[in-house]
C-alpha cells in the first residue's frame, strides 16, 4: 500500500497459511497448512489412546486461530486453545477430568504458538514480556506441565512446526492460486492498481490496499464456527 501510493502500480495476490488477510474471505497456502496440521493431530490419536495420555499439538498462529481450528475440528481435537480467547486453565483442566470422568483415557489439545491465558492477557505489553522469559519454550510447555502436576496424567508435547509451511499444496489451495493469479492478471490488463484479489462470497473482486494494510482478520468468538465447534463438545478453555 506504501508503494502504491508512492505512485507505483501494484496488485497483490492473499499469500498466507494464516488467513488472516483481511479483505478476503480465504488466502492460498492455508488449506494445505490444515492438511499438514489435520495429519498430525491424526497420527498423534493412536499413541494417545493407546497410552493413555494427554497430548497437546502446538500450530502455527501468533496472532490468529484459523489454522488451529480448523486443523482442531478436521483432526477431532478435545480442546482448542486461540489466541483470540484468552483460556482459563480451571476450565481446561476441567474439559479433561470430564474426558477421565466418561471413560475417555487420553486427551487431545490443538493449542495455537500465540494462545494466551486470561491472566497473561491482562499484563501490560512490557509485564508479558518479562514473563516470556520463563523456562518454558512455548505456552504449550508451560500448560502441559501444570496439566501434569495437576492430574498426575503423562502429557507430551508435539510441535509440527515449519512442516505446515512447506511441502505439496493441496489441489484446493492450487485452484484458488490460479484463480487469483489469473484475477491479477486481468486487473493489471485493466489498469486496476492499488488493489488485492480477493475472494468474497466465492467470487473473485478487487479489494483497495488501502483497506487491506495494516488490519488482521481474526477469529469472532462469537462466530457460528466456534458455536458449532461447541455443540460438537469441544472445549475452548474458557468455560466453567
Wanted: charged share 25%; hydrophobic share 40%; net charge neutral.
Amino acid at each position: 500500500n506504501l508503494l502504491s501510493e508512492e505512485g507505483l502500480n501494484i496488485v497483490s495476490l492473499p499469500k498466507t497459511i494464516d488467513n488472516d488477510i483481511y479483505g478476503t474471505d480465504m488466502t492460498f497456502g492455508f488449506q494445505s497448512a490444515v492438511d499438514i496440521a489435520t495429519n498430525a493431530i491424526d497420527c498423534i490419536h493412536t499413541t494417545a489412546a493407546s497410552h493413555g495420555r494427554v497430548f497437546i499439538v502446538e500450530l502455527m498462529g501468533h496472532k490468529v486461530g484459523w489454522l488451529t481450528l480448523h486443523a482442531g475440528i478436521a483432526g477431532g481435537a478435545d480442546i482448542i486453545l486461540l489466541p483470540e480467547m484468552p483460556y482459563n486453565f480451571d476450565a481446561v483442566l476441567m474439559a479433561v477430568k470430564q474426558r477421565n470422568k466418561a471413560g475417555k483415557r487420553f486427551s487431545i489439545l490443538a493449542v495455537a504458538e500465540g494462545a494466551i491465558s486470561q491472566e497473561d492477557a491482562q499484563l501490560s505489553k512490557k509485564e508479558y514480556q518479562k514473563k516470556a522469559n520463563s523456562p518454558f519454550p512455548s505456552v504449550s510447555y508451560e500448560l502441559g506441565k501444570k496439566i501434569q502436576d495437576a492430574l498426575g496424567q503423562e502429557v507430551r508435547i508435539v510441535v509440527p512446526g515449519h512442516t505446515q509451511r512447506g511441502g505439496s499444496p493441496d489441489a484446493y489451495d492450487r485452484v484458488v492460486a490460479t484463480r487469483l493469479g489469473a484475477a491479477a492478471g486481468r486487473m493489471i490488463l485493466e489498469g486496476k492498481y492499488g488493489c488485492m484479489a480477493a475472494f468474497k462470497n466465492n467470487e473473485i473482486v478487487p479489494v483497495p490496499l488501502k483497506e487491506v494494510a495494516g488490519r488482521l482478520k481474526t477469529v469472532d468468538p462469537k462466530s457460528d464456527i466456534i458455536r458449532e465447534a461447541r455443540d460438537m463438545g469441544i472445549s475452548f478453555g474458557n468455560e466453567l
